[in-house]
């Protein structure tokens, strides 16, 4: 399995490796303000990395989850929707 990366494209540099997943990352969705990244896997997980520093700020075992168009973020609120859960996050 691939794991995500985050990279600075201007010095062609890997930064950090988002290991937190066991299965294939679906989607990927960054904040607006770019602080945050969140990764969503076939694992049924959601994680929120922090990406200044590429650690895992927060991971969500979800029930069913999300299309990408499930999931909002706002200044300071991460909220995922399935069709069971509600899920907010405050960031």
């Not at 602080?35 to 896997?41: P, V």
Request: proline content about 3%; glycine content about 4%.
């Amino acid at each position: 399995m691939k794991v995500p990366v985050i990279c600075d494209i201007k010095l062609d540099k890997k930064l950090y490796e988002l290991n937190g997943h066991t299965q294939a990352i679906l989607y990927v969705r960054f904040s607006p303000d770019g602080k945050f990244a969140l990764t969503i896997g076939q694992d049924n997980i959601a994680c929120v990395w922090n990406v200044d520093s590429g650690k895992l700020q927060y991971s969500l075992k979800v029930d069913n989850f999300l299309r990408e168009n499930a999931i909002i973020f706002s200044p300071d609120l991460l909220i995922c929707n399935t069709s069971i859960t509600f899920y907010s996050i405050s960031l």
